[in-house]
Structures are given as C-alpha cells and as structure tokens.
C-alpha cells in the first residue's frame, strides 16, 4: 500500500492518525497540570475574543473577514468549558474563584456576541455545547444536573433572542449578510435540490461520476466535497481534485447545503458515512469512560488527572456539538480547515486512554 494519500479520504485518514499518534505522546509526556490547564485556556479564551471581534470588525468594514468561528469555534468552546470545570473542581477543594468565574463569563459574552454575528450555525454549536458541556461538569462535580426545563427554556430564549437581534440589526444597518432570515430562505431554495441530487446519485462506495461537478473527469469518489484544507493539500502537492476561486461555489452544493451525513455519503459513499457515524459514536462512549474514571480517582484523593480531567471535558463538550451540527445540520462544520478541528478534538479524547495508572 503507498503511504502517499491516492485521494482525499486516505488523505483524511493518514492525518488523522498521525495527529493521534502526536497527541498521546504529548498527553503523555507534557505536565498537564489543573493550574497550566486553566492558565492556557484563559490565554486563548482572550485571544479568540481578538480574533472573532477584528473578523467582526472586517465584516463591518466589508473586507477580508476569514471566517475563524467555523475551525476555532469548537476549540473555543474546548477553552471555555475546560475553564469552567478546573473552576468547580478549585471551588470543590475550597479554593475561591468568584473572580475568575466572572472573568471567563465575560469571555463567554464575547465570544457569544463575535462568533454569533459571523456564523448563526457557529451560534447553535456554541449554545448546544455549553449546554452539553455544564451538564458534563455537573454529573462530575456529583451536583444537581443543569438540565432543567426553566434552564432549556432559558437556552432556547437565548438563541432565538439572538436570532431575532441579528435580524433587527441586518435590518437597521442594510446588511442582508447578518439576517438569518436570509440564510433560512437560501437553504429552502437550495437544500432540496441538494438532497435530491445526493439521494439520487449516492452508492454504496462513492457517487455517479456524472452528477460531480467534474463530470466525466471525475472517478466517481472523493471528489473533493469534503477534504482537509486547501493549504494542506497544496502544500504537499497532492494532485487532488480541489474547489478554489469561483468554484467554492460549486461545492457549497454539498459543503454548505446539506447535513454531513449527505455530505459524507455522496463524496464517499454509504458505508463511510457508517464507519463515520460508528467512529463518532465510539469516540463519545470511550471518553465518557474515561471522565467517570477521572472523577472516581479523584474523590479517591489522586490529584495526578485533574489537567487531563477538565481537558476531556472540554473536548467532550466541544465534539459532541461539532458533531450533532455538523452531521444533522450543516456539513461545512465538520469540513475543511473545521474536518482538522473536529479530527483534533477526537484525538485529544482519544489519547486520554493512554498512560493512566488506575
């Protein structure tokens, strides 16, 4: 078998694994300590407030906005919640953190105001996951479980408040690009012929050659619908069939107008959409293990997982959502630059198997 990638899935494949492989060598070898944990996730809690405030501010002034919510997004939420759970476990042990808690909720403001007047998709995974990710803190810290209905009800209050302020501002400042009413509408013209054309043409191990854009060019998989980013692909010259320019709009058929599952199952057929659903799934179950594991050891009195602890309930956190929206909603969240995030957060929960002494 070549070890060069002969197209985009053995692409994606091979650099998972060796990101899996880096990431339990430094699980590993680096001092995971509950202090480091924190200190670095208020660091960059800080630093994608920048980043999606100066994207906010391009969007404003109609320039060269990058989009970073879709692959920083999750790896904020990964932050926010493994800030959150160093917090509980500090409290637990009597320490004082009423300062600190509020400075990680003004970072959560912030990222909730920047991130959300980007992407309203970037806005359901913020909201799904810090939902995911309180009730993960609450059933580790033993505490009464979040998942209330006054607090559901709160959650979703929030988001369609958030919805309807988008709107009323697009509206205000003449900025269709704001409106989720926009987006909502463009989804409703442009969705079901997508689905049509995946339903339609989808096999067993890829799709009808005569359906990609690449017509009779194309080998009828991995086409280049979902693939790793660009940069990447170019960089090792991986003669790959590959959307840019002007024909990011031809991929958005499936990047942006159909759930991942579709997205998956088109480009590379039904049985990797299963392997794929199977993968998630396994990567859920092994890291709730070994959360339950870390909290058994430490009401035992061990302090030697608290870091890797809160990291794995960030992560947790942070993949479930990307994966709930971006497998049932919309594809581009697990897709390009953010397929490298969502293969880095699984890895991060996947390493956490390694190297602990029970």
């Known amino acids: 078998?070549?070890?060069?990638?002969?197209?985009?899935?053995?692409?994606?494949?091979?650099?998972g694994i060796l990101m899996y492989v880096a990431m339990i060598f430094l699980l590993n070898l680096a001092p995971l300590s509950l202090s480091m944990i924190?200190?670095?996730?208020?660091?960059?809690?800080?630093?994608?407030?920048?980043?999606?405030?100066?994207?906010?501010?391009?969007?404003?002034?109609s320039f060269g906005q990058s989009e970073f919510t879709h692959p920083f997004g999750p790896i904020a939420l990964l932050v926010t919640i493994s800030s959150l759970a160093a917090l509980a476990i500090m409290e637990d042990s009597g320490v004082e953190v009423g300062g600190l808690r509020g400075f990680v909720y003004i970072l959560m403001a912030g990222i909730t105001v920047f991130g959300g007047l980007m992407h309203r998709s970037f806005l359901l995974l913020w909201l799904l996951g810090l939902l995911i990710g309180f009730f993960l803190i609450s059933k580790s810290m033993r505490q009464k479980s979040i998942i209330?209905?006054?607090?559901?009800l709160g959650f979703a209050f929030i988001a369609v408040a958030g919805f309807g302020g988008l709107e009323l501002l697009s509206r205000i400042l003449q900025m269709p690009?704001?409106?989720?009413?926009?987006?909502?509408?463009?989804?409703?013209?442009?969705?079901?012929?997508?689905?049509?054309?995946?339903?339609?043409?989808?096999?067993?191990?890829?799709?009808n050659p005569m359906s990609s854009y690449w017509g009779e060019l194309?080998?009828?998989?991995?086409?280049?619908?979902?693939?790793?980013?660009?940069q990447l692909i170019l960089f090792f010259g991986l003669p790959f069939p590959v959307f840019y320019g002007i024909l990011v709009n031809k991929k958005d058929v499936i990047d942006y107008m159909v759930p991942g599952i579709f997205g998956w199952a088109y480009d590379f057929?039904?049985?990797?959409?299963?392997?794929?659903?199977?993968?998630c799934v396994g990567i859920i179950i092994m890291g709730l293990r070994m959360l339950y594991m870390y909290r058994?050891?430490?009401?035992?009195?061990?302090?030697?997982?608290?870091?890797?602890?809160?990291?794995?309930?960030?992560?947790?956190?942070?993949?479930?959502?990307?994966?709930?929206?971006?497998?049932?909603?919309?594809n581009r969240t697990i897709n390009g630059t953010a397929l490298m995030t969502f293969i880095f957060l699984s890895s991060l929960i996947f390493a956490t198997s390694f190297g602990v002494k029970e």
Not at 218 to 230: E, K, N, Q, V
Request: glycine share 8%; proline share 2%.
């Open 218 to 230: 194309s080998s009828g998989f991995a086409d280049g619908y979902i693939s790793l980013p660009l």
């Open 269 to 279: 057929g039904y049985i990797t959409m299963v392997f794929l659903l199977i993968w």
């Open 177 to 207: 690009v704001l409106s989720p009413l926009l987006r909502i509408e463009r989804l409703e013209t442009f969705s079901l012929p997508s689905l049509k054309l995946v339903l339609k043409n989808t096999a067993v191990l890829g799709h």
């Open 1 to 15: 078998m070549a070890l060069i990638a002969q197209n985009h899935l053995q692409f994606i494949v091979e650099v």
């Open 296 to 330: 058994d050891m430490r009401e035992n009195g061990s302090k030697t997982y608290l870091g890797r602890e809160v990291l794995l309930t960030g992560a947790l956190a942070a993949f479930m959502s990307q994966a709930l929206i971006g497998l049932f909603i919309i």
């Open 148 to 152: 209330t209905v006054k607090r559901v």
């Open 38 to 61: 924190l200190f670095l996730c208020l660091v960059l809690g800080i630093g994608f407030n920048i980043i999606f405030g100066l994207d906010v501010v391009a969007l404003f002034m």
